[in-house]
């Protein structure tokens, strides 16, 4: 991928045969970058270079979107629960010989970082999620403004292969209305990074891996986090979050709150922008996070 001229491309087999495309470069202790829905991991592409000063970057497609595997899911959606794509990260950080690593992860990689974390405490050094609030929180406190916002976490959800078929027939307008509809419009996007989330939506498979991934939110993933819960676990690792003070993560909850209902030690704000931080706000965004992540050998 043009983007990450210089990095070592790769493929890397998980467990269960599902291949996760990468990219790795830079020097430094090693972060995992996580995207989300329904983007690549061409969204690093503005704050790559800055990290790859201090950091040894693997940058990576989650399983269903991208180049990464895209396997047709089963009745209880287990095959795209965040549990089973934590175990993609981590094998994927493993195989590359990073046995402890940070964590900087966005929408639907944030929460697959929450569950690497919470399944995988002693991997994960330090987490930064950016735009999300807990999804048992958001689920449990949807209300009117937010489903109307997020009428997509609905609309994937919904019974195969009704969302699918409509998807496919014209990816590039589900792209376009999804990104397009938020605070920023499409004015952050890169064209080269624009020309990445067209290409992969449209690949096969990619419709119903993403509607999956929204199908395990809405059960499996759930019963995950009810289940950490009631146990009372908690993340113990530092974590930062950071949302866009433009957008409806800020609007309908409050997300320092949440995340210390699961978390012990928190940190973070509101950035001035909307959801798509890293290419809204780059710069704020490496002020932000960089001194947190410069901690990592503490």
């Given at each position: 991928m043009s983007l990450y001229a210089g990095y070592q491309e790769l493929r890397i087999p998980t467990a269960d045969g599902v291949q996760i495309a990468c990219v790795t470069g830079g020097k430094g202790p090693p972060l995992l970058l996580l995207h989300g829905h329904p983007q690549t991991r061409a969204i690093w592409h503005k704050v790559a270079p800055a990290l790859a000063e201090r950091f040894t970057l693997v940058v990576a497609d989650l399983r269903g979107y991208g180049d990464s595997s895209k396997p047709a899911g089963d009745a209880e959606h287990r095959l795209y629960a965040k549990r089973t794509m934590a175990q993609d990260m981590l094998a994927v950080m493993r195989h590359l010989g990073h046995k402890r690593f940070g964590v900087l992860a966005h929408d639907r990689g944030a929460r697959v970082a929450h569950r690497l974390a919470a399944d995988h405490p002693q991997a994960v050094q330090r987490l930064v999620v950016l735009d999300i609030a807990p999804t048992l929180a958001m689920y449990e406190q949807t209300n009117e403004a937010f489903a109307r916002a997020y009428w997509h976490w609905f609309f994937l959800i919904q019974p195969s292969?009704?969302?699918?078929?409509?998807?496919?027939?014209?990816?590039?307008?589900?792209?376009?209305?999804?990104?397009?509809?938020?605070?920023?419009?499409?004015?952050?996007?890169?064209?080269?990074?624009?020309?990445?989330?067209?290409?992969?939506?449209?690949?096969?498979?990619?419709?119903?891996?993403?509607?999956?991934?929204?199908?395990?939110?809405?059960?499996?993933?759930?019963?995950?986090?009810?289940?950490?819960?009631?146990?009372?676990?908690?993340?113990?690792?530092?974590?930062?979050?950071?949302?866009?003070?433009?957008g409806i993560v800020q609007r309908c909850f409050d997300p320092l709150a949440e995340w210390r209902r699961v978390a012990t030690d928190v940190q973070g704000s509101a950035l001035p922008c909307g959801h798509y931080i890293a290419e809204e706000a780059p710069e704020r965004l490496l002020e932000a996070a960089l001194p947190f992540l410069n901690q990592a050998g503490d």
């Open positions: 292969t009704l969302p699918e078929r409509l998807i496919e027939a014209d990816p590039a307008a589900y792209l376009h209305d999804v990104m397009g509809r938020r605070s920023a419009g499409l004015s952050p996007f890169a064209p080269e990074a624009w020309a990445e989330y067209e290409r992969c939506i449209a690949l096969p498979g990619a419709a119903h891996a993403m509607c999956e991934d929204y199908r395990a939110a809405a059960c499996i993933d759930l019963q995950h986090d009810r289940e950490d819960r009631d146990a009372g676990r908690r993340l113990a690792m530092p974590l930062l979050a950071l949302w866009g003070a433009q």
